[in-house]
């Protein structure tokens, strides 16, 4: 893949894909910080990652940013878990996942109730484990310029037979499927 700037993006909706550790979250912010040297105007951050941790010898996780910049609304939770890699068994893993939801749901509400031109989102995968596919195709439609990143590999798969993985994966390849451009590291 040739290098990408922000400037490439200007006016569409991108997704940045991959497996952990491809990069994703370090391409973003890349754009991120370019998107702050060339707007003008807030932007908005909707970071549905779980702190880095490392879990059963992976790292994962990580937040977009961990210095806040003025024009960047950053929306975060570090309550958001890990379900694949933290769960005991499918059910506690369904658990977390929507546990995750109620968090993300309302960070996604927070953003609706004052949309910015340009969005960024962080680990969109997350949401997506339960969470509903409309819901963050709304908060794009009210943004010029969308740059997200989300899961979709093969390290996470084991999910203890909840499903989760398959559904995930599913509404990965649903959301790329409306996107303008598509990044797969």
């Known amino acids: 893949m040739r290098e990408c700037s922000f400037n490439d993006l200007i006016g569409m909706k991108t997704l940045i ?12 912010r890349r754009l991120l910080l370019e998107a702050v040297d060339q707007i003008n ?5 909707l970071d549905f990652a779980p ?12 937040y977009l940013l961990e ?11 570090r309550l958001i878990k890990t379900p694949r890699l933290s769960a005991e068994d499918g059910e506690e893993l ?3 996942a929507g546990f995750n ?6 960070l996604i509400a927070k953003y609706l109730d004052s949309p910015t031109g340009t969005l960024f989102l962080n ?3 997350i949401h997506l ?6 819901e963050l195709l709304d908060a794009m439609k009210n943004a010029y310029t969308v740059v997200a990143n989300g899961y979709m590999g093969f390290k996470l798969k084991p999910d203890h037979g909840s499903g989760v993985s398959k559904r995930e994966s599913f509404m990965m390849r649903r959301l790329a499927a409306g996107m303008d451009r598509v990044i797969d590291l």
């Open 129 to 134: 484990q339960q969470g509903n596919l409309k």
């Open 123 to 125: 680990d969109v995968s």
């Open 94 to 96: 369904i658990r977390l």
């Open 67 to 77: 210095e806040r910049h003025p024009r960047i609304r950053y929306l975060y939770s």
């Open 17 to 28: 894909v991959g497996d952990v550790g491809a990069g994703k979250t370090t391409l973003t």
């Open 41 to 45: 105007d807030v932007i908005t951050v």
């Open 101 to 106: 939801r109620e968090i993300t749901d309302s």
């Open 51 to 62: 702190p880095a941790q490392k879990v059963k010898g992976m790292e994962v996780g990580g």
